[in-house]
């Protein structure tokens, strides 16, 4: 209990978090072939310590590209909400009961996830209105099982995970534009927009349809 509590607080009051990041990606840069592995070590820290995932998530766009940015970044999340769920309910039961208790919304959840279990962790990753980070160490108190968890917060995540590495490969690819041996195609910039528009398309309608469901569940 100490030491999770502990080591949270120290992380967010000591260290400039954007500056972090950027630092940890640039290093990854570098990595070459072990990129990859780096990059998802970090980000499951990160999720753990309730660093915002959403830099590096756009990060793995301009690392990896959207791609395999999004599988990497699907795995790290993952497992970080995986590992953040288990300190939430063998480590860190108490604190994490505090840091709810006083919020409706997550008391709501609570009783919902008792008679419909991971439809509600699906729906809740697929929702923007619980912040991501303490949504992980929140189900750690409730009755869901592990499996059920897993499962529905990898498949709730996917569609954010995709628009957020998409976004983050549009801005490599400008950011890069006239520095590489090759400039992209007019065409390729048009399949480029319309895959983006598409990808935030699909996902503003899923997260819509989303909260709808979920409102009328935890009501």
């Not at 619980?130 to 990898?154: E, I, Q, R």
């Amino acid at each position: 209990m100490f030491g999770v509590a502990t080591l949270i607080t120290i992380a967010q009051k000591f260290f400039n978090v954007q500056e972090l990041l950027n630092n940890a990606l640039n290093w990854i840069n570098e990595l070459g072939h072990w990129g990859p592995i780096a990059f998802i070590t970090i980000y499951i820290l990160a999720t753990i310590f309730f660093l915002p995932g959403s830099l590096i998530t756009l990060g793995a766009g301009v690392l990896f590209g959207p791609i395999f940015g999004s599988i990497y970044v699907s795995i790290a999340s993952t497992i970080g909400a995986t590992c953040a769920f288990l300190v939430g309910r063998y480590l860190a039961r108490g604190w994490v009961s505090q840091q709810i208790e006083r919020n409706e919304q997550f008391q709501a959840i609570d009783k919902a996830v008792a008679d419909e279990g991971w439809k509600i962790v699906g729906l809740t990753r697929l929702s923007p209105i619980f912040p991501f980070n303490l949504l992980n160490y929140a189900f750690g108190v409730t009755k869901v099982s592990l499996p059920d968890y897993f499962l529905a917060s990898w498949i709730g995540m996917m569609p954010a995970t995709v628009m957020y590495v998409y976004l983050g490969s549009l801005a490599g690819s400008l950011a890069t534009l006239g520095t590489e041996g090759r400039e992209r195609t007019t065409i390729e910039w048009v399949l480029y927009g319309v895959g983006l528009v598409a990808t935030v398309a699909v996902t503003i309608y899923v997260t819509k349809i989303a909260k709808q469901a979920l409102q009328k569940k935890i009501s």
